[in-house]
C-alpha cells in the first residue's frame, strides 16, 4: 500500500515500485563477469577478484547530459538519453586506458511515470551494454515542486579498472605523436545551452526534416553520444598506445591538452576528417566564428589517441574500422605549447 499522506506531498510511491519493476529487465540485460546480481539491495557489489588483474587500478568518473535533456522533453523522446549519461562517464574512464566495470544511475523528477522512467532507464541499459558493464543499482528520486512536469534530470557515475603498469596517463605522449581521432556520433552531449539558442534564434522546427542536417531536426540533435570503449580497448590491447582523449565541453583546445605537458602542443589539419552537417550547420545559424567552434563542439571527432608512428596508426586504424568506426590521422603533437589548427 501506498502512503495517502506521502501522496497528498505529491509523491506516488506505487508508481515507484511499477518503474522498479519495469526496470529489472533492462539491468539484467547488462549483467557481466564480476556482476553480483542484487537488484533490490541498498548497495550495488562487483566481485573484483573474479577478473584477472596482478594491479588493479580502479578508475572512476560522473557526469549527466546537461541541457540535452530540454531537447528529449520537447521531442518527447527518453529512450536514448540513459546512452548518453552512461557515454559521458565511461569515455572518461576509457581515457585512462580502464575497462568499465560497472554503473549508477541517478533519476530525479517530479513525478514518477513509470512508462518514461522504463524508456530511460532502458536506454541507460543500452549504453552499458554498449560499453560492456554491468548496470548494478541506482536511484529514482521523485521530488514534486523541484521539477516542471514531464521534466527530469539524469546523471551517472561509472567505476572501471586497469592494470597498473599499464594506465594511461600523460607520461608517455611525446612531440612527434601521431594523433587519430576518432569519429563522433553528432553533438554528443555538450554545447547544448548554444545549441538550443540557435534553435530558438531561428525558429528551428524539431519536428521537421531539415535539409541541411539530413534528417529530422530533433533526432539529428539528440542523436546519442558513440560509446568507444571496446574498439579502444581492442587498440590499446594490440597497438602502444600513449595517450587517450575524450572530446567534450571545451573541445579541442581544453581537452587534448589534458594528455600532454605543459610544453606541449598540438597540431591539427582541418580537412583531414569530414566535418558533420550538424557543425556546419551550428556556425551558419549561430554566426559563431569558425575557430571558436572548435574551442566548444568535437566538430565530428569523439575520441583522440596519440600513438608512436604511422604504422601504429594504420593499424589502430584498422582496429577501429572492424568496429564499423571511421577514424583519420588528423596531425600530431608538437613542441610549441599551443592548439593550433591548420585550414
Not at 572512476?60 to 522533453?73: C, E, M, P, R, Y
Amino acid at each position: 500500500m501506498g502512503s495517502k499522506a506521502y501522496a497528498a506531498g505529491g509523491v506516488d510511491l506505487e508508481a515507484g515500485y511499477e518503474a522498479v519493476r519495469r526496470y529489472k529487465k533492462h539491468v539484467q540485460a547488462t549483467n557481466r563477469l564480476g556482476c553480483v546480481s542484487n537488484i533490490g539491495s541498498f548497495g550495488g557489489m562487483f566481485d573484483l577478484t573474479k577478473l584477472n588483474y596482478k594491479e588493479p587500478m580502479l578508475v572512476s568518473g560522473t557526469d549527466g547530459v546537461g541541457t540535452k535533456l530540454k531537447l528529449a522533453f520537447e521531442m518527447d523522446k527518453h529512450d536514448t538519453i540513459g546512452i548518453d549519461a552512461v557515454a559521458m562517464c565511461v569515455n572518461d574512464v576509457l581515457a585512462q586506458g580502464a575497462e568499465p566495470l560497472f554503473f549508477l544511475d541517478y533519476v530525479a523528477l517530479g513525478k514518477a511515470l513509470p512508462e518514461k522512467l522504463e524508456q530511460i532507464v532502458k536506454g541507460v541499459s543500452d549504453g552499458c551494454i554498449q560499453a560492456g558493464c554491468a548496470l548494478i543499482g541506482g536511484e529514482t528520486a521523485e521530488m514534486p515542486g523541484m521539477y516542471s512536469d514531464g521534466e527530469y534530470d539524469i546523471a551517472g557515475f561509472a567505476v572501471g579498472v586497469v592494470e597498473k603498469s599499464k594506465l594511461i596517463d600523460d607520461s608517455k605522449v611525446k612531440v612527434g605523436d601521431i594523433l587519430v581521432g576518432i569519429a563522433s556520433s553528432g553533438v554528443h552531449s555538450n554545447g547544448f545551452s548554444l545549441v538550443r539558442k540557435i534553435i530558438r534564434d531561428n525558429n528551428v522546427d524539431l519536428h521537421a526534416y531539415n535539409d541541411e542536417l539530413g534528417g529530422v531536426a530533433g533526432d539529428v540533435f539528440l542523436t546519442p553520444t558513440r560509446i568507444y570503449c571496446k574498439q579502444v580497448l581492442d587498440v590499446i590491447k594490440n597497438v602502444d598506445v600513449h595517450g587517450v582523449a575524450h572530446i567534450t565541453g571545451g573541445g579541442f583546445d581544453e581537452n587534448i591538452p589534458r594528455i600532454l605537458t605543459p610544453e606541449m602542443g598540438i597540431d591539427v589539419q582541418e580537412g583531414s576528417w569530414p566535418i558533420l552537417p550538424v557543425f556546419k550547420f551550428l556556425e551558419k545559424y549561430g554566426k559563431v566564428d569558425h575557430r571558436e567552434m572548435f574551442n566548444v563542439y568535437n566538430m565530428g571527432i569523439g575520441m583522440v589517441m596519440a600513438l608512436d608512428n604511422q604504422a601504429d596508426a594504420d593499424k589502430a586504424i584498422a582496429i577501429l574500422e572492424k568496429y564499423g568506426d571511421k577514424a583519420y590521422v588528423i596531425g600530431k603533437v608538437t613542441d610549441t605549447g599551443k592548439v593550433v589548427i591548420h585550414k
